[in-house]
């Protein structure tokens, strides 16, 4: 396929891919800022403060979950819900804006998810995690490949979004990515040093609160939690602050660049408005994703974090918007 795929040091995949020459220099339909209302009234204003950034609990050290630190944040605004697949299809028709994936040809997709008839055309899949392949034709309008289509599910999580893809839709809505800090600290609901965004215990009283993995990791999943894949936007109860899906459905997109030393290192610039290095390989994502397992990758704790490349999509990665007050 002319594409080269890396091995992911976590769950999630990434590739060094270019993009067609014939559709390098594609136009783009100027914006129009026609953001509907619904965005801005999905944001919850939080006033801030200081809180328990970060976890010793985990067994990903070179992840650089920890040390557990004291973070001060200004007031913000962040939304409840991730941006869904109806939400992003209103920001295409209004822009004519390609993503990524579009523009590559292909993106990956689980592959219990690829029907029969496009199985039979792969012929690539990522070498340390071979349940991920790359289907051409995968995008956020088509997120299982080509045979499927988004309006199937129009209150998902949009996936097949770049970093790149996000902060372009924020930038139409007038907003941006969170933090991570500020990602955090909303995800916790006000809790300090606890597991989950609901406390300690992952099923409360035998409760799903979130969409991830049940069963063996990757050939069963159980689906005691109701779902398998992406789930509706808002499918489980939210946080104390109000906040939906911050532990698994999908990886979430945060601004900063990703470092697994720098909020040592550098205490005066990560303690107070953190917004990551200046510079990087890869991005911050947050909230782990419905692949994610205790017994593979268990990042859908509130400290735990990874990265992807800028231009890296997949079938669990999307985002939410965030803004300053």
């Known amino acids: 396929m002319g594409k080269e795929i890396i091995k992911c040091p976590g769950c999630i995949p990434q590739s060094k891919r270019s993009y067609p020459p014939e559709r390098s220099t594609e136009k783009k339909k100027k914006t129009t800022k026609r953001v509907p209302p619904e965005l801005y009234d999905d944001m919850v204003s939080l006033t801030g403060g200081t809180f328990l ?29 991730e941006v869904t697949n109806k939400q992003f299809y209103n920001f295409t028709l209004d822009t004519g804006y390609v993503t990524e994936a579009e523009k590559f040809g292909w993106s990956f997709v689980f592959r219990k998810f690829v029907s029969e008839e496009v199985a039979k055309t792969v012929v690539a899949a990522v070498q340390s995690t071979p349940w991920w392949w790359q289907i051409t034709g995968a995008n ?21 979004v770049s970093w790149n893809d996000a902060t372009k839709f924020a930038e139409w809505a007038g907003m941006r990515l969170p933090t991570e800090a500020e990602w955090e600290f909303a995800a916790r609901g006000g809790l300090q040093n606890t597991t989950y965004p609901w406390g300690d215990e992952l099923t409360p009283t035998g409760k799903h609160m979130c969409n991830i993995w049940q069963g063996d990791f990757p050939a069963k999943d159980t689906e005691d939690d109701g779902f398998t894949g992406t789930a509706p936007v808002g499918s489980f109860p939210p946080n104390a602050y109000g906040i939906f899906d911050v532990a698994g459905n999908i990886w979430e997109w945060c601004n900063d660049w990703f470092s697994s030393t720098y909020h040592r290192n550098d205490r005066r610039a990560t303690r107070i408005n953190p917004k990551g290095p200046k510079s990087g390989q890869s991005k911050v994502i947050k909230g782990g ?10 990042r859908y704790r509130v400290g735990a974090r990874t990265s992807s490349t800028p231009d890296s999509s997949t079938g669990n990665m999307g985002f939410r918007l965030a803004n300053g007050i």
């Open 289 to 298: 994703s419905y692949l994610c397992h205790e017994s593979y990758c268990n």
């Open 53 to 81: 950034m970060g976890t010793t609990n985990s067994r990903f050290p070179s992840d650089g979950e920890g040390p557990v630190r004291e973070v001060t944040l200004n007031p913000f605004f962040i939304s409840k819900n």
């Open 140 to 160: 956020w309008a088509s997120p299982n490949g080509p045979d499927t289509s988004w309006d199937q599910n129009p209150d998902d999580p949009v996936v097949h």
